[in-house]
C-alpha cells in the first residue's frame, strides 16, 4: 500500500479549515447554546429549591396556624367547661337557696298552723270548761264571770 503525502496533506489541511471555519462560525453558537441550556438547567433547579423552600415556609407556617387553631380550640373547650362549671355552681347555690327559702317558710307555714291548732284547741277548751263549769255550780254565769274562769284556767294550763 502506497500513502499518497498529498492526498494525506490535503485532507488534513481541509480538516483543520473545517476545524477552524466550525470554530470561528459554529462551534461558539453551539457552545454559547450549550451554555444557555445549561444555566437555563441550572436556573430550573435554583427555582425549584427556591419553590421548595417556600412552600416548606408555607407548610410550617400552617403547620403553626393548625397549632394555634388547636390551641384556640382547646382554650374554647376549657373556657366552655369552665363556663359550665360556674353555671352548674350558681344553678346549685339557687337550688340551694330554694330549699333554704321553701324550708323557712314550710317552718312559718308550720308555726302558723301551730298557733292556729292552738287557738282552735284554746277555744275548744275554753268551751269544755264552760260547760262543765256550769254543770259543777249548775247555774249559768254572766259574761264577767266567765271571762274570770277562762283566764284563771288558761293561766293555769300555761304553767303546767
Known amino acids: 500500500m502506497n500513502l499518497d503525502w498529498g492526498q494525506?496533506?490535503?485532507h488534513m489541511i481541509g480538516f483543520l479549515i473545517t476545524v477552524l471555519l466550525l470554530?470561528?462560525?459554529?462551534?461558539g453558537s453551539l457552545l454559547g447554546m450549550l451554555e444557555a441550556r445549561r444555566q437555563k438547567i441550572a436556573s430550573s433547579f435554583q427555582e425549584i429549591e427556591e419553590t421548595r423552600n417556600e412552600v416548606d415556609c408555607l407548610k410550617a407556617k400552617?403547620?403553626?396556624e393548625l397549632e394555634q387553631i388547636e390551641d384556640l380550640r382547646r382554650a374554647n373547650i376549657q373556657e366552655a367547661a369552665k363556663?359550665?362549671?360556674?353555671?352548674?355552681?350558681?344553678i346549685r347555690e339557687e337550688a340551694r337557696k330554694d330549699t333554704v327559702t321553701l324550708r323557712?317558710?314550710?317552718?312559718?307555714d308550720i308555726e302558723r298552723d301551730i298557733d292556729?291548732?292552738?287557738a282552735a284547741l284554746?277555744?275548744?277548751?275554753?268551751?269544755t270548761v264552760i260547760i262543765a263549769t256550769e254543770k259543777v255550780i249548775h247555774?249559768?254565769?254572766?259574761?264577767e264571770k266567765h271571762g274570770q274562769l277562762i283566764e284563771a284556767f288558761i293561766n293555769e294550763a300555761k304553767v303546767k
Open 116 to 118: 292556729k291548732a292552738n
Open 104 to 108: 323557712e317558710k314550710a317552718m312559718e
Open 23 to 27: 470554530k470561528k462560525y459554529a462551534w
Open 139 to 143: 247555774e249559768r254565769l254572766d259574761a
Open 122 to 127: 284554746r277555744d275548744q277548751i275554753v268551751d
Open 62 to 64: 400552617y403547620d403553626k
Open 8 to 10: 494525506i496533506v490535503t
Open 83 to 90: 363556663q359550665a362549671n360556674e353555671l352548674a355552681a350558681e
